[in-house]
């Protein structure tokens, strides 16, 4: 999963990706100064793998990851090439959905490029240059189709569709927000269109208003909701704070803020709710991990997950749940209870399922 961190300059999102990668690019409080995606790797902290780890005497403990590239700051013109242009629109083009973080705080130190803090209009002002970029593309795309069409008219459906999403577009409203067929899916998996991808709006508000939000937040948070869109509050501050500390100085930390968990937890939590993810689990004594599907993935598909030739030789999948696992204390103890499904091809995995594939090549 690849995540990319967008906004308008300054907004946070550069410290924001310090923070929840640690991986030290530039935070500066002038517009641009990121150039390049910076891109990180971060570690799916899933509590259940400890856990399993200790109960399987593992050697290792393989999370799940997740890819996060802090693209440069946009500004109003950017599909037409202003500030950095579309050089960053074509790295937004590579992620599976997009962090859109909005400046929910007020800060005289720190510049705003529009000279004051107004959530929905720097919403907005990205939005359109996305919806911008993507008309150009289908534009250039539509005229091409036709004329192939003279010739083919096979490409009538492509370029049918082409023509609904461009009159979407052309009211200001994203392609992800139009119904789509199966068969429309399918030619749509070819346009790379930004405003098909899924957003989380993350308000990065002050430290004071991290648990209950502000007037900012109610705004953005109104306007994600018009959409079906997610917020969530996060303080860039705040976690850039907890980066440096150790997992018991972290917890008592949150703890001392009121914070049942950190920003970065939930935006993991709600990037893989929105992208429609589930873990299932693997444990014995070389290790534990964490293996990332797609929700409905049935039992061969998440085997592939570990190495082809198990999807290819798939015999069956000894499942439980992993709170089941717990409350038997052990494989071999849920064994004798006879708490292990045998699962077929047909098995619809879980979250939470603790695995162990059977396969024969």
Not at 141 to 154: L, N, T, Y
Not at 240 to 263: N, V, Y
Not at 324 to 341: C, P
């Amino acid at each position: 999963m690849k995540l990319g961190i967008i906004g308008l300059p300054n907004v946070g999102k550069s410290t924001l990706f310090n923070a929840i990668t640690q991986a030290g690019a530039e935070a500066a409080n002038y517009p641009f100064a990121t150039i390049e995606p910076n891109v990180g790797m971060v570690e799916v902290k899933d509590r259940r793998l400890d856990v399993l780890s200790e109960m399987s005497h593992s050697k290792q403990i393989i999370y799940a990851t997740i890819e996060f590239a802090d693209i440069a700051g946009l500004v109003k013109g950017a599909s037409k090439g202003e500030g950095l242009g579309n050089q960053f629109l074509s790295h937004i083009r590579e992620v599976d959905a997009l962090v859109h973080v909005v400046r929910c705080f007020d800060d005289g130190n720190i510049i705003h490029v529009e000279g004051s803090i107004d959530p929905v209009r720097d919403i907005d002002t990205i939005n359109l240059e996305l919806i911008f970029s993507d008309l150009e593309l289908l534009e250039k795309r539509r005229d091409r189709v036709k004329k192939q069409m003279k010739g083919d008219k096979s490409l009538q459906a492509e370029h049918d569709l082409i023509e609904k999403i461009i009159a979407a577009l052309e009211a200001e409203k994203p392609a992800r927000s139009l119904d789509y067929s199966e068969e429309d899916l399918k030619l749509l998996s070819s346009f790379s269109l930004l405003t098909m991808k899924p957003v989380i709006y993350a308000a990065n508000v002050s430290e004071d208003d991290v648990v209950s939000g502000n007037a900012y937040v109610d705004q953005v948070r109104a306007f994600a909701d018009q959409s079906g869109d997610e917020t969530i509050i996060i303080s860039a501050a705040i976690e850039e704070e907890i980066s440096a500390l150790d997992d018991e100085s972290k917890a008592e930390f949150l703890d001392a803020m009121g914070l049942a968990d950190s920003g970065l937890d939930r935006l993991v939590k709600a990037s893989y709710a929105l992208l429609g993810l589930i873990s299932f689990l693997t444990t014995g004594e070389m290790e534990s991990r964490a293996w990332t599907v797609k929700k409905g993935a049935k039992a061969p598909e998440a085997a592939g997950k570990i190495h082809t030739d198990i999807e290819r030789g798939f015999i069956k999948a000894d499942t439980i749940s992993y709170e089941k696992l717990v409350e038997a204390g052990s494989i071999a103890q849920a064994r004798e209870k006879g708490w292990i499904r045998s699962e077929g091809k047909d098995y619809v995995m879980e979250d939470g399922d603790v695995v162990n594939f059977k396969f024969n090549v």
